[in-house]
Structures are given as structure tokens and as C-alpha cells.
């Protein structure tokens, strides 16, 4: 998690250390799987900068309605009341925190820290390419004992 | 008024795509002077997605299969409000070909002969044996591995070998084979081998975004390098608004904007549309004179009617071992258990099922997530690692009959870029289609159990998978039934000719794109056959 959070381009230092407490909110860390959070610099950063069109402002009408019914700032509650906030929140602001999982997942499941924690490979397909094992071809057998059933014309 | 004309030429070609080359090539030994119009660009290998580490992202915004979505300069809009299922393409050299999953299935005998056999809609005015030889040209050019003996199929070419398996494929063979159903590799526009100067598949996941190895046989590296060696001039940018006709109903000509802007007239002998189902019928319709009121080469009223797609059904089953993920062609099996009609079944004509491997990490997130299979907070880990990696499915791809309610108009309101009316779809699934759509669930479901998928999820049919384009000018002898003759030269313009998938009298149960490709071929070897008496 962030020490230090600043403004950037499309959300002031405030608004920021909202949406990173949202999105450790949605994916938290986990010491078992060696995952971070969903909150981690690298990630929040990737988040913004996928941002396209109107979405940061969508995301930061969402976010001030968040803090406005938490009654506090939703990042100065506990583990518990977020979790409760977040809850509220899927009810009220389904349309646009759709729009900011589908981003977070796209950002979160391309991040190099996340892919090592699945032990797959943090890099491009193309050139290296992947393995994919020929198969047992004697499963054809049955298949080709049943014989040709083409329609005839 | 015209601010540019450019020099006669013999062919202008409207599309580069699976037909437009395809002709192009096969015209080019005729020492003709063959243009080709294309309003998109070439794409470059190096920027495809698969060379970037948000390869899976870039599948949904430049390089989505929707024209809406993607909205590039070189994309026209489409108004598919009305329509249960959108539609996809691409604009730019190789067209469709650039985005498509290169399951190259070929019709069947059958395909040819529904009215006959079932009767139902039309029997097309040709027939498998017609096709056949532009079959085997269209595999050769394009590069065609599978693998031969599929009792589904009269015997046909063997290029290359099948592409692998995987865990994927030996799984649901499995589950075929516990059902006794027929099940076999799937024949795929993919080079399992060095071929034509492409290299050979390197299972880079990501076909239906372009290939970066130029595996996948896209028709700007298979037919286009030799039309152009052959001579035949491919102008990008290049976005055709009308055809011009005179007044003894030949065309003169087409209308085009280049990349400026610029309005500009390209005489030419013959003109060839090869712009797809939606597309082709938007050329003729835009194309309105007082010898064509209700748009060019339309006096059967045909013109945009009857357009049909493959209603897709998707059927995915989650299993408790470790597969593929998104590794591999796309393409792996095909079965064709359920091809032919059984009334039995509630519905007539049949379908394939395509198994498709699996997914990538984002697109494994974004099923779970949004079908409420992986939850945020805490549990997401845990529930993610259930699915991860241990995907597999298929799609069933239904027949699709035609039928003049199901259409392709001009929108009233939308244009492109260019200024040029966009094409509105209008869509109802038949109560054929939808039967077939949910006996297909239920059989794949079956399937999916008998290979060990312990949580099935489904959609059908796909909203987002208007990819086939079909039958809005369809072919035929009678010109009050048909917009073309039997080998594709409008029955009102004797000098126009179509060569794209709204040939299509029937769609098949299959992918169209083998076929489109042959039809493009037989169409220009029927040209190069009558080029004393083309115009008779």
C-alpha cells in the first residue's frame, strides 16, 4: 500500500487515496498466494492510465458518493466498515463500478508481480510462444470405427 | 462534381478481404488491369497485440472485432440496435481475415441442396462437385493443415498436420468419445509447418486479434504477395461510396474518398464487390439513379434481404485440473454429431461444435467476475485459482436460414467519416435458430460433464458474434428470386459482379470464410472463361 499519495492527472491526492483503499477493497492482498493488493502503486498507476473517454469522471462521481455515504472518508474506516461501504456500494453505482473492475482486472491479471504469483510468465506471447502438448491421436480410434455418415446428395 | 478521375481501368475490385484477393489473384494471369479498392490500411504484424503485454486489453479496444467499439478511421458505423447480435469485421487489408479464428471448415455436399433434402429455403444454383477444384486452389493458396479421414466429409486435400491436441482437446474428445458422438481435429487456415514463406504456429493465444508470426493464413500474406507480383495495384485508403451506371445499365465506374478526402471517380470495365454481407449491400443501396431508384442491381427488391448470421451458442465448462489456459490456435476439434436434420430434435438443419481451448489470465477474470463465479474481497484469490487455467468449451455454430424479414438498410441518420450513410441491421432470431441454440446447450453441457467439467457456464446466443455476413445478394437463376446469376454477375448490371459472402443462398452450419474464398475464385475462372461474351 501507498505511504504517500499524490494528485495526479485525472484525480486530486484525496480522491487517490480513495480509490486505492476501493481497490484494495475489491482485491486485498493475500500472504498464501503471494498476491498484492489490487491497491499497489504499479497497479493503481495501470488503472489510471487505462482510463479512457469519461471514465475518470465517472469513477470520481462514484468515488465522492462512496466517501459522502461512508459519513467518514471510506479510507479511514476499518477493514469491516469498507467492506460493509463496498457492499452499499455494488447496489447504488453497479454501472460504473462495473466499468472500474472491468479495468482493475485488466491491469491487476497483466501485472508482473500477479502473473508470478499464478507461475505463469510476465511477458508478451509473441515471439517466444507457448507449449501445447500434440495429444494422444488413438483417441481418434472410435471415431474412425464408426465410419464416414455424410449426407449423401 | 468529381474533383478527380483516375485512369480506366480494366477490374476494380471494392474489398481485399477473403474474396476480393482471392479474385484479384486468380484474375491477375489475364494481364488485365486490376485495381483493387481497399478503405483500410495494411496492418503491421509488429503492433498486433500479441507483442504487447496487454494482449488481452488491446483485444477489446483497437483491436475489437466490433467496428463500433473499434472505431478506427478506416471503420464504418453500423446501427445494430435491432439486432439480438452484433455485428463484427475489419477494415483493412485481408478484411475479416485479420480478426477471424481461422476455423476453415468446408460445406458439406449437402449445404447445397437444403430445399431439396429438407425443404426449406433454396437450393443454391451450384453444387459441392462445382466448388470442389476452387476448394483445393482457395486450401493451397491459403495453407490448410487438418487432418484427412474425417467421416464427416467426402475425401478432400491434406496440406499440413493438424494443429495439437492439447489437454484441451483430449479432454472433450474424451467426453465425445464417452457419449459415442463424432468428434475430429479441426481443419484450420493455420501453417502447423513452414509454408509460402509464413512461419509456422507458435500457439501465441491471441488469433482473433492478428497473428504476429503470420501463422494464420490472413489474405494480405497469403493471396495478396503474389496478386501484387502479378501485377495488380492495391490502393488503401481507399473508401468506395457508390457505383455509377449509364444509361444502357452498364457501370462505368466507382466513386470513392482517399485518405484526404478527396472525392475522386475510378473508371473501370467491370467492378467487383467483395465488401461483405453488410457492406456490399450498403455500396448498392447508397448507389440510387433513375434507372435504380430503389439501389443498383435491385430490381428483385433483393438487395439486403435475407441477411443471415451463425447464431452462436457458448458453452464453457470449468474443470478441478489444470489445462491450457489460453495456449494454442484457437482452433482445436470440431464435431459434426448433430450437422444434418433429425425433426425429432424440434428443428430443422443442424450445426457444429467448435472447441475453442481456453482463456487468458484477464479474460479467466472477467468470466468469473462478471457471471458472480469470483467474487471481490477476500475469496477473489481463492476462487480465482479454481478457474485459472482450467477452462475449456466450445461454441456452437447454428445454421441460420434465410429469411427477407432479416435485413441490411440504409440508417437514416449515421454516416462515416466520410460522410457516406452507414448500414442499419435489422435482426429477429428464428424460432428455428432458438431451438437449435438450446439443444445445443443441453448436448455440450452432456459433453462437458462426460469430460469432467464439474461447473458449466453459457450464453446464446453470443451478443457480440454477427462475425459470418450473409445472403444480401444472394445467387440464383431466376432474377426475380436472386441478384446475381449463378456465377455472380448481377442479373441487371451486366458488368457488375459480387463475390463475397452475401453470394450465400443457404449459411450452412459451418464458418464461411473456405467457402467465400472458392466462390470468389469459381466466380473469377467463370469470368476468365467468357471474357469474349462476358456482357451477353
Known sequence: MNEEIIATEKFDSQLRRTLVALLDTMIPANDEFNAPSAGTDSIVNDVEQSMSDNTPVMVSEMLNRLNEQSKVRFEDLDAHARWQAFTELQRTDGHALRALGGILLQCYYRNDQVLESLGMEARAPFPLGNEVEQGDWSLLDPVKARGSFYREV | MLSKQEERVDVVIIGSGASGAAAAWSLAETRMKILCLEQGEWTKPNEYPSTTRDWEARHFTEFSISPNRRARKTDYP??????????ANFNGVGGGTILYNAHFPRFHPSDFRVRTLDGVADDWPIDYETL??????????????????????????????????????????????????????????????????????????ACTSGCAQGAKASTDITYWPHAIRAGVELRTNAR??????????????????????IERFQ?????????????????LLNSTSNRFPDGLANRSGLVGKNLMFHPYSSIQGV???????????????????FYETDLSRGYVRGFTYEINRGRGPVGTAYTGVFSGRIPWGEDHHQHYRRMVQRMTGMVGICEDLPEETNTVTIDDEMVDSDGIPCPRIDYTLSENSRKMLDFS????????????????????????????????????TDPERSVVNEW???????????????????????????????LALYVADSMKQRLATLFD
Open chain 2, 488 to 518: 455472380g454477375r448481377s442479373h441487371d448490371v451486366k458488368n457488375l459482379f459480387v463475390i463475397d459472402g452475401s453470394l450465400f443462398v443457404t449459411s450452412a452450419g459451418v464458418n464461411p470464410t473456405r467457402t467465400i474464398g472458392a
Open chain 2, 267 to 283: 473508371p473501370a470495365e467491370v467492378v467487383m464487390l467483395a465488401c461483405n454481407g453488410v457492406g456490399t449491400p450498403r455500396v
Open chain 2, 441 to 476: 446447450v443441453e448436448r455440450a453441457t452432456e459433453v462437458l460433464k462426460a469430460a469432467g467439467a464439474y461447473d458449466i457456464l453459457t450464453e446464446a446466443p453470443i451478443a457480440g458474434g454477427g462475425w459470418h455476413l450473409m445472403g444480401t445478394a444472394r445467387m440464383g
Open chain 2, 132 to 205: 470442389e477444384p476452387y476448394y483445393d486452389e482457395n486450401d493451397r493458396m491459403m495453407g490448410v493443415s487438418g487432418l484427412a479421414g474425417d467421416p464427416a466429409y467426402p475425401p478432400k486435400l491434406e496440406l499440413m498436420k493438424p494443429v495439437p491436441l492439447g489437454k484441451a482437446g483430449q479432454a472433450l474428445g474424451q467426453g465425445f468419445n464417452e457419449l459415442g458422438w463424432h468428434w475430429w481435429p479441426s481443419d484450420a487456415a493455420v501453417a502447423t509447418e513452414p509454408y509460402d514463406g509464413r512461419a509456422q504456429c507458435i500457439n501465441l493465444s
Open chain 2, 240 to 261: 468506395v461510396s457508390q457505383i455509377l451506371v449509364d444509361e444502357n445499365d452498364m457501370a462505368t465506374g466507382v466513386v470513392y474518398f482517399d485518405e484526404e478526402g
Open chain 2, 319 to 337: 474443470f478441478d485440473r489444470p489445462l491450457d489456459g489460453s495456449h494454442g490456435p484457437g482452433v482445436c476439434i470440431w464435431s459434426q454429431e
Open chain 2, 78 to 87: 453500423i446501427n445494430d440496435r435491432n439486432s439480438p447480435i452484433a455485428i
